[in-house]
């Protein structure tokens, strides 16, 4: 999954034609699955993939007991897949076996709604890309503060997410990867602690603790729906690697449907066994790294070191996974001309070095400058959820202009059906207070790409229907956290400048 844009320059990426023989200039090309048989990628391959991309272990899924309760927690990760991670399985699978591209989502905008919008989208995911990047340092530190006491200061928590960021910069200097039989690997080793969680506590189940709710005023909806979104979103990651997959058509419809229910079913057993064995019960306080703390609830300390060391070798490979994505992607970008032409400096291990010193340099920023795990999630899904409103509309669109094109896999349906599939996931993320609330920075992000608009200025008050003064804003208010959009704007402005320069366009 190196780049999403590398291969992308020059080259036709039209759907492959249903016709029988040959196609006037200007149509969509035929297939040639005489290429197929190059593919290296298999189900089991893929799933793993998909998986690690996904969600890799179930830390980080915590803030969502914190957020709702048990019960709802619970409810959560069974209803959320079906309005949200199904419609994007499908989308992905249909469109990645009709465009068996290695730029994967890019294609499909740019297929849809042309260069400008295949240039946003490729913009959104990288920002998201970089947000999520900033998540892992900080969850290893979350995670070590429950066997390491000298983490618990504010300043040592800075000191070590910095040097985390540095030395995996180091390693990634040299080209270190994690793909294909590692991601299998790794997924191994960092399964095992929870397997052994599952089993264990089993046997000392408190199932009445399961039950346990909030009062409506007490939840956190914001938190809770941000939480959810993380652990269950980026199943569209791997159609970048589409020319890659064995028999594409049969490959990934199995592959992700594969990934879903192991994924799903991991967060549930291993949060309703957390859920089942915390101390008291239903008033018990969760906190964004509780998975160690239930390993020393179920079996020890020696368990709950074991999370620990496992949570941090996942956060590594995932960490180094997003990175290379990222900074390919950047490569690719300006292969296409999108940015300067200096990102496509590499180092004698093929690394793209200026652009794997910009993402690193964002990163220390990121985590110095926000202090917890759900703010960094949060500006990530804003991004994330812009670019995967882009791809559904793309999905639709592409079955109103394109009906004849051959689709190896197809989501059941029509036109229509193509609308009716993406509603839930769009409505979700338009009815909430949270994400409409998030929508003002992020439109003024949106309009600072074109070069029209200034940051938002909705800094003194908070915007949404409580209309509390900024400072008596809680972490559920989005709008506590305008500043930092504010410099998102900013930094996307400024790369927008930078596009102009590349093109020799001034202003």
Known sequence: MRSLFSSCRGKNYEPMANTEGAVEEGQPQKHDDTKKSMSQVGVLGLASLA????????????????????LLALIGFIVFPLVWSVPEALITAELSTTFPHNGGFVIWVNEAFGEQWGYMEGLLKWGAGVLDNAVYPVMMVNYGRQIIPGLQPAYAKRICTAAITVVLTFAQYFGLEIVGGVSVAVIVVTMMPFVVLVCWGLRKMQWDQLLATKSDGDVDWGLLLTTLFWNLNYWDSVSTMASEVKNPARTFPRALVLAMVFTVGMYFLVLGVAIGNAPGGAQHEWNNSELASAGLWVAGDWLRIWIVASVTISAIGLFLAEMSSDIYQLDGMADMGMIPQLFRLKNRYGVPVVALLLQASIILVIVQCIDTLEDIISLEMISYCFAQLLEFAAFARLRWTHPDAVRPYKVPGGKWASVAIIVPGTSKDLRWQHMACACLPALDIHMSIRGSARPSKHVSTCVSDCSRPK???????????????DRVALIFHNINWARGLSKGHHG
């Open 51 to 70: 998986f690690f991309t996904v969600a890799g272990s179930p830390a980080g899924s915590e803030d969502a007991v914190a957020a709702g309760g048990p």
């Open 471 to 485: 400072a008596q804003c809680d972490r559920s208010c989005v709008c506590a956290r305008i500043n930092t959009y």
